[in-house]
């Protein structure tokens, strides 16, 4: 499997996603947000930071980036786009996922671990897990909160499209574990075809027993099984 | 060629000499080095380059008493970052600074600046920056204008840190009203990068260009380093404007341009254009290369129209860097700083002639001999004499101070220590700092006396700290000196790190106020001695005076940030207990101490008394029995003893981690001849709190160094009960309530809304030490 990493000016976590993809053992190339090649990547991250300093709205001028409109004729050609924290931001504002992301309830930057339950384990992204795990990574954001108007959410919780959820410990949906007030706890969800997947917390953080938690890696091993083949 | 006077420029006089805080002195000092009457442009450089701020003229002789070498020295005092030798052939950049001034104003921009400065003082060495602390110390949070500068900061250090990619890891923030007038914010960066990387600020080689590479140069910040040379005063907030503004998405840009930069091999020295901007770097970089400068000001980037030589020279906007350049190179640095989208202009060149002289296109506004500029600086060793006053605090008997009726059990002492915000959990203000990014994080902000980041592609980590107890150096700067120093090393011993050398931050009050030169003289001599005893050269820093605001001096505040080594990262240890039935033991003496304790300004309102006795030989060899009891993995947790002593360092191993509080059992019997509340609350020093499944080892490495050890007790079950006994005397309380008490103290007091009473002392700047209750 080939990794492309795009690095936008004031992205800051290419390095993390790129050691995330090669610990699965993943081939990575890095995307230069000023050209128009992919380098025959098949799976494109759009990584964590603050592209083009978040300035405008997080995400906003990044999607007009020259490198961009490759990768959305890769997603329309149904390649697999991951967008991570700024990517996530980056892929609704480029109409690849519905919603929009808003700044956190407590108008605070929220930098924490949270637990995650995997809501459905049959996509490109998730196979490794199973329906319902646990997963314990960091988030670290402003502007996480997932909204969207009603009939989208509706239809999303029914397509199966919202993928990680916010919980406690325990497993349950609750204000106190959820950063940034998100609708629904909604941590990530994926497009209606499976192949655009975004979230706001960091699983390329959470893949090393030194870091506190190897419950990211599940994600990168989900699409290395699925595009290695 | 000399310089000549600009149409327009404004006549000296002695008024405008003062103006400029210069003294008569230093005026004819000037007037004798030129050999005739300087220009407006010639002054204004000057007044930069001889403020305190540039030209530590106060501090100089003292700070050359430090002990700067070691065979891992790879750079001391002297560039823009002290460099240590890591093994493997890596490198670790570090420095602390201070941005008190501009964040007393402006928290938000003051505290950002700060960051962005500390970190092009890293990159510039040729590291990449890993890791960012902050120390702070703010007045009693009681006060409407403490919450609102604490949020400033803390957001303005969040988004400039955050923005940049660099975790902030560790740092310290406290709470007393000697700071509520001048808050003090102190920001440390640590990169790492190969040893040949290595990269300094000296100019070379006739002919190479001086490029300016970066933002554009704009109006703000003139005459930030001569504002952070003086006491604050009621007019200081009319001095906003000369706080700069930041722009950490430039920053990254810069950061990225600027390595790349250095491993081209297209440049021969590079430095931030920092306080006092063009002015200090090109005429920093000229004297240590010893050769001259000339710079035309006319090729300079601007981004306001108008601007004249003065304001050039004298600008500090932010995300700049000055750059000497191999002659003939000038496109190859162009095009990396285009590739970044941003400039690079060529605005003058090393000569041959030893001058320092800025042109206007062909005319001379400024010329000084040789390299001095810097070198003439004036030096003073001014009057040290202690304050009656505080000799007073010292002496006073603070025994005879009455315990309250309350404090009949301890535990409602403990909670109210837990709930004082020096003590308490400070994860409001560290979730709003980005601390995982870069994938090395091993220990963060939180449960842990120190960070652990690892250093990538190696076994070995770093221990990173910032540590001073003020009100220790303010009624003993000597001792206190020495603690800063030794509870550093204390806390990065507790997360494994070998200590290796510290950067510091000096933040005192005007040091021509005799009582105040008396404590810097004093502080710098104990932490000397300190550092002599553990090892750790000093390779460099930062000093800040006149911190003084109408109500008086700050507590003179040397912050220590130190980096410790660890060879091996599984050795990385955090502060809590994590399984029952592990023995509780404690490493070092108790003693009867009360003195300038948490406890007794927290309960009662007093500060006073003698500060804990520091055996700095004593505190080396804590330090190696516990890294050799870590290295036998013969540890489960390491936590020393400060703020609160003995029961709250305790009390915080059981419920630090408030994901997974523990209990504990403890009996301290074997010291019941001791006065309690010295025990429980004391803050003798050389002590740490250990959990270890193997009690009878731990005790034997701490018996072969001849350091004191006593198995104290055990730890108890998930989320139980804390239960200390000391002779017939028996606490108890549960871990969720000295939980509630340590996590819930600072949201409940940021959640607070500001009342009428609020508006009335936001218009005041100091009140007395606040006690419980208030």
Known sequence: ?229 | MSAVPRPGDPVITPALVAEHGLTYEEYEKLVAMLGRTPTFTELGVVSALWSEHCSYKHSRPLLKTLPTKGKHVLQGPGENAGVIAVGDGLAVAFKIESHNHPSAVEPYQGAATGVGGILRDVFTMGARPIALLNSLRFGGLEHPRTRWLVAGVVKGIGDYGNCMGVPTVAGEVVFDDAYAGNPLVNAMCVGVMREEELMRAVASGIGNPIIAVGARTGRDGIHGASFASEDLSHESDAKRPRVQVGDPFTEKLLLEASLELIRSGHIVAIQDMGAAGLTSSSAEMAARGDVGVEIDVTKMPLREEGMTPYEILLSESQERMLVVAKKGREEQVRAILARWDLTAEVIGEVIAEPVYRVKEGDRVVAEFPGSRLVTDCPVYSPEARESDAIRAERERDVEAILPRAEEADAMWTLEQLLSSPTIASKTWVVRQYDSTVRASTIVGPGPADAAVVMLRGTRRALALKTDCNGRYVHLDPRTGGRIAVAEAARNVACAGGRPMAITNCLNFGNPRRPEVFFQFREAVAGMGEACEALGTPVTGGNVSFYNESPAGAVYPTPTIGMVGLLEDVSQATTAVFRTPGDAILLLGENTDELGASEYLRWVHGVVGGRPPACDVAAERRLVDTLLEAIADATIASAHDCSDGGLAVAIAECCVMDEDAPFGATVDLSPWAGLTLRALLFGEAQGRIVVSSPDPAAVLGIAARHGVPATRIGTVGEPNGSLVMQVGSNRFQASVSRLAAAYHGAIPAMMSRVATATDEEEASGIRHQASGVGV
């Open chain 1, 1 to 229: 499997m080939k990794v492309g990493i795009v690095t936008f000016p004031g992205s800051n976590r290419e390095v993390d996603a790129s050691l995330a993809a090669q610990a699965v053992g993943a081939e990575v190339v890095t995307l230069w947000h000023k050209d128009h090649d992919l380098q025959g990547a098949d799976v494109i991250i759009l990584p964590g930071g603050f592209s083009y300093g978040d300035y405008l709205r997080a995400g906003a001028i990044a999607r007009f980036s020259p490198i961009m409109q490759e990768v959305v004729e890769h997603a329309k050609r149904g390649g697999p786009v991951l967008g991570i924290c700024n990517g996530f931001q980056i892929l609704c504002e480029a109409h690849l996922l519905p919603g929009a992301l808003l700044r956190n309830a407590s108008l605070r930057f929220a930098s924490q671990w949270v637990t995650l339950r995997v809501e459905n384990a049959d996509t490109l992204f998730t196979s490794a897990y199973e329906a319902g795990q646990l997963i314990r990574v960091p988030v670290a954001h402003g502007d996480g909160r997932f909204t969207a108007d009603a009939d989208t959410i509706t239809a999303l919780e029914e397509a199966g499209q919202v993928v990680f959820r916010y919980v406690d410990r325990q497993g349950n949906p609750l204000p106190a574990a959820n950063p940034n007030g998100s609708l629904n706890d909604i941590a990530g969800i994926v497009n209606d075809r499976g192949n655009v997947l975004g979230l706001m917390p960091h699983p390329e953080d959470a893949v090393d027993p030194l870091l506190g938690s190897t419950d990211g890696l599940g994600l990168f091993e989900s699409l290395l099984s699925r595009v290695a083949a």
